[in-house]
């Protein structure tokens, strides 16, 4: 049931994560955010405890076991969230979005690297959580349009429990079109998924539901800067935006109220990509600075490939090998399994800042080769820029180790 919200990228919490605790003008509730699990289960429990006395009151026989009905509930439940994740898409698409990504379950489809990938993870066969990721195609896209993005999802569900219950309800007992009844548990189960996905809560790892965001959005606060830096930074993906177009004041405005967890990090490094692309150094420094600091104290559990950042940040801008180093061994302990244009530029300025031409060189070439096959849109074209600042620097500036 945890998949009625809306879950971008997915990602694993540490025991001693606090992604769990509301933030002030987040929209949520820490015992909501703590009974996130508790309350579909509940809710789910209701919708098939009303299914069994609707089937006894019809006299509809389902004579099937118990694992069988597990199976057809579950089976129920991913259909339910193809269907949510549909609408966002579905509604997105329409309002001129690009859609990025689209995961349902352990199957997954994202654009990586410019190119659409389908992965099949396995760990997440039994979990019933999808994603729609949608970018916006201009810099000032609308927050009414962002709005009725995140409703298209209830929006579908709505109407395609509403009709179900209808057509279940109004139909004979017995009919064919009951499907032996599981006609009603659909729609019972959909509108359930509809309640949930508009309660405003937070997910471990930082995701928050629908419902959430919507508050988020029409509450005009830090959280809405935060939904505006975020829908820039996206742009970027498919438009000539570069990080240097930024807007930098919302980033600041949102980072002043948003201080933890993966949002608040985030957050620093746009501003670290947007004062690179300016060539403000000293800006990016402190705004790297500041994104580890938070790393360390509430966002330890994001993915491998924004520690690339601290690595060539550490190197570039600083010229400490060790922090580098450090770093590197962080991406290391969370075993990396793509290795991309920034993974590649990490572990070039790394041999650089230690005076590891060889390496450096070669992997620099690997950034390169990679980055030249990326499509013409302004975050690939910053890449594209980072190797070449890194080629002029071992060109001007050998390195030795420190």
């Known amino acids: 049931m945890i998949a009625f919200c809306r879950r971008i990228e997915p990602s694993v919490a540490t025991p001693e994560s606090r992604d769990t605790v509301a933030i002030p003008g987040d929209g949520t509730n820490n015992l909501i955010n703590k009974a996130v699990l508790l309350l579909p289960l509940i809710a789910g429990a ?37 269907l949510h994740e549909f609408g966002h898409a579905a509604i997105g698409l329409a309002l001129g979005m690009k859609l990025r990504a689209f995961l349902v379950g352990p199957f997954q489809w994202c654009v990586r690297d410019g190119q659409w990938e389908f992965s099949f993870d396995p760990r997440r ?66 509108l359930v998924a509809v309640a949930v996905n508009l309660i405003p809560f937070r997910l471990q790892g930082g ?48 980072s002043r109220g948003i201080t933890q967890g993966p949002h608040a990090l985030i957050l ?54 060790a922090a580098a180093r450090a770093w590197w061994k962080h991406i290391e302990g969370k075993e990396p399994v793509r290795f991309n244009v920034d993974y590649w530029l990490a572990a070039s300025s790394l041999f650089w800042v230690e005076g590891d031409m060889k390496e450096a060189n070669e992997s620099l070439e690997e950034a390169n080769v990679l980055a030249q096959r990326l499509p013409k849109a302004g975050a690939y074209e910053f890449q594209r820029y980072c190797c070449s600042l890194l080629r002029h620097a071992f060109d001007e500036v050998p390195m030795r180790a420190i």
């Open 46 to 82: 209701m919708a098939f405890s009303w299914w069994l006395g609707w089937l006894r009151r019809n006299e509809i026989f389902f004579r099937h076991t118990n694992s069988y009905l597990m199976m057809i509930s579950f089976l129920l439940a991913i259909l339910i969230v193809t």
């Open 125 to 190: 066969i039994l979990v019933e959580s999808g994603g729609a990721g949608l970018v916006p195609t201009v810099m000032n896209f609308p927050r009414s349009a962002y709005i009725r993005m995140l409703l298209g999802g209830v929006f579908v569900n709505a109407v395609t429990g509403g009709v179900a219950l209808w057509v279940a309800l109004s139909g004979e007992s017995g009919s064919s079109v009951q499907f032996g009844g599981l006609l009603a548990l659909f729609g019972a189960f959909s």
């Open 207 to 254: 995701n928050y539901s629908d419902g959430a965001q919507i508050y988020q959005l029409l509450a005009k606060n830090i959280w809405a800067d935060l939904h505006r830096a975020f829908g820039i930074a996206g742009a970027s993906l498919v438009t000539p935006l570069r990080p240097r177009d930024y807007d930098i004041e919302t980033i600041a405005r949102a």
């Open 268 to 321: 620093r490094l746009l501003a670290y990509h947007y004062f690179f692309d300016k060539g403000d150094l000293a800006g990016a420094g402190e705004a790297l600075g500041q994104a580890a600091l938070i790393y360390n104290e509430s966002a330890s559990n994001v993915p491998d490939e924004l520690l690339t950042v601290f690595v060539f940040g550490s190197a570039y801008i600083q010229r400490n090998a």
